[in-house]
Every structure is written in C-alpha cells, then in structure tokens.
C-alpha cells in the first residue's frame, strides 16, 4: 500500500485564514510563519522526512494542483488504488460548499455513478483548492484519511453529511448518494447508495508521529492563505524530495 503525505504551507502560521479568494498575499504582520527550525524538525521528527533518504514529491502553487498529481502516479501505475493519505492542512479541503455548490454535486450526481467512471467522468469544474481531497475520496482513492489539525482548527470545517452516522465522531467516512429532491428538500435519512466505509482519523498537531515512511510528498504554497515571509519553506522541502 503506497502512503502519500500532502503538506499545505498554511498549517505552519500562527493563525488560519478563513475563506479568501485569489492570490493577494497575507500580511506578514498577522500570519507568522514558523522559523526554519521548527519546520525542519517537524518535517524530520514528525513525519520522518531525510536528507539523505529524499521520496518522490511535487511542489504545488494550489492544492486541487494535488489531485491531478494523484491521477498521474495512478495512471503511469506507480501507485494503486487505494492509497492512504496523512493531509496536514491549516484546512480540511473537504469544504464541497464553498466556493461553488459542488456538494450537491457529489450527492446528487457523482455518487450515483459506479466507482470505476467517477474519475474519468466527473465536471472538473466543480473541484477547487477548497474541496479537491472530497473529490478524490469520491473517486475512491483512499483506504485511509489521517487530517493533522492545525491549533486553531474549526470543525465546522468537515462536513457531517461524509462521515457514517452523520457524526463526526464516528471517524468512518461513508459517502452517500442522494436523489436530488431529497437534497433540495435537506433530506438525508435515505440515501440511494452508500460507498465502502474509509477511516478518517483526526490527529492534533501536538499528537502527530507517523508510524511510517511515505512513498511521495506534496507540499503546497497557497500564495492567497500565507505570506511572503513562510515562501522559504519551499525550498527547504526541496532538501527532501526529488521533484517529478
């Protein structure tokens, strides 16, 4: 089973940015990133990242950029479906509401498909940097989420309707298909079709020890959700990757 570690720069500031758009730059007097040390001993310590032992990585500008790289290893087959994947993220980017209404999407039309179309079929106009990781569990990529928290996170953002039971608490991702009047309506006690259960489990940034080496790393910029001053963190992430 191939492991993949997708890094969003924003997890390592001092406070989230909630729901911006475009690309203009936070101000470096509000969010401050951590120093160089910290983010190398979190990268060594943590996720048990070496200079001498680099893995296969990409460096992205937004994190739907992700996904597409996903889809690449799958289909030059350097990875099998499913995978698991440790998402460290300032953010869920499960959010399949925001900044489209993709989430009715997901419902009401791409769950109904067989899991085997979903990829090859979906409106790739509906995915974004906000939403990507809802995507890719819906094409069935996974067998396991691990979302590392930032200190601050709100979870507000995980959307109840993915997880079983519509608990949070259950950490069993179960997604469900709907007929669309029951979503226009807010009716989700009867779903047409329920995927494979995945285990999502929820991991406090001061928790956080992989058990594990990862097979291939993304880390992604997010110009519009970090400042200029955090932009040294990508080339410190070069010291342990071979970009592909």
Same mark, same amino acid.
């Given at each position: 089973? /191939? +492991?993949?570690?997708?890094?969003?720069?924003?997890?390592?500031?001092?406070?989230?940015?909630?729901?911006?758009?475009?690309?203009?730059?936070?101000?470096?007097?509000?969010?401050?990133?951590?120093?160089? $040390?910290?983010?190398?001993?979190?990268?060594?310590? +943590?996720?048990?990242?070496?200079?001498?032992? $680099?893995?296969?990585? +990409?460096?992205?500008?937004?994190?739907?950029?992700?996904?597409?790289?996903?889809?690449?290893?799958?289909?030059?087959?350097?990875?099998?479906?499913?995978?698991?994947?440790? !998402?460290?993220?300032? !953010?869920?980017?499960?959010? *399949?509401?925001?900044? =489209?209404? *993709?989430?009715?999407?997901?419902?009401?039309?791409?769950? !109904?498909?067989?899991? =085997?179309?979903?990829?090859?079929?979906?409106?790739?106009?509906?995915?974004?940097?906000?939403?990507?990781? =809802?995507? *890719?569990?819906?094409?069935?990529?996974?067998?396991?989420?691990?979302?590392?928290?930032?200190?601050?996170?709100?979870? +507000?953002?995980?959307?109840?309707?993915?997880?079983?039971?519509?608990?949070?608490?259950? /950490?069993?991702?179960?997604? $469900?298909?709907?007929?669309?009047?029951?979503?226009?309506?807010?009716?989700? !006690?009867?779903?047409?079709?329920?995927?494979?259960?995945?285990?999502?489990?929820?991991?406090?940034?001061?928790?956080?020890? /992989?058990?594990?080496?990862?097979?291939?790393?993304?880390?992604?910029? =997010?110009?519009?959700?970090?400042?200029?001053?955090?932009?040294?963190?990508?080339?410190?992430?070069?010291?342990?990757?071979?970009?592909?």
């Amino acid at each position: 089973m /191939s +492991r993949i570690l997708d890094i969003d720069m924003d997890f390592f500031l001092n406070k989230i940015a909630i729901e911006k758009t475009g690309d203009v730059r936070l101000d470096e007097n509000d969010y401050v990133p951590w120093k160089e $040390k910290g983010f190398r001993l979190f990268l060594e310590g +943590r996720c048990n990242l070496s200079k001498e032992n $680099k893995i296969l990585g +990409r460096i992205v500008k937004d994190h739907d950029k992700a996904f597409y790289f996903w889809e690449e290893l799958i289909k030059e087959k350097n990875i099998e479906v499913p995978f698991q994947v440790t !998402h460290v993220d300032a !953010h869920t980017d499960l959010k *399949a509401g925001y900044p =489209s209404n *993709a989430l009715n999407y997901i419902l009401g039309d791409l769950l !109904h498909l067989p899991v =085997s179309r979903r990829l090859k079929e979906f409106n790739r106009n509906e995915m974004g940097p906000a939403n990507y990781l =809802s995507f *890719a569990i819906t094409c069935g990529f996974f067998n396991k989420v691990e979302l590392v928290i930032h200190p601050d996170f709100d979870y +507000r953002d995980l959307p109840t309707l993915f997880f079983k039971e519509g608990n949070v608490d259950t /950490s069993i991702l179960e997604m $469900k298909a709907y007929e669309k009047k029951a979503i226009e309506y807010s009716n989700f !006690h009867c779903p047409v079709h329920k995927d494979p259960e995945i285990p999502f489990q929820i991991i406090r940034y001061e928790e956080f020890q /992989s058990q594990y080496y990862y097979d291939y790393l993304v880390f992604c910029q =997010s110009p519009g959700y970090t400042p200029k001053t955090a932009d040294f963190m990508i080339e410190v992430i070069k010291d342990y990757i071979i970009e592909i």
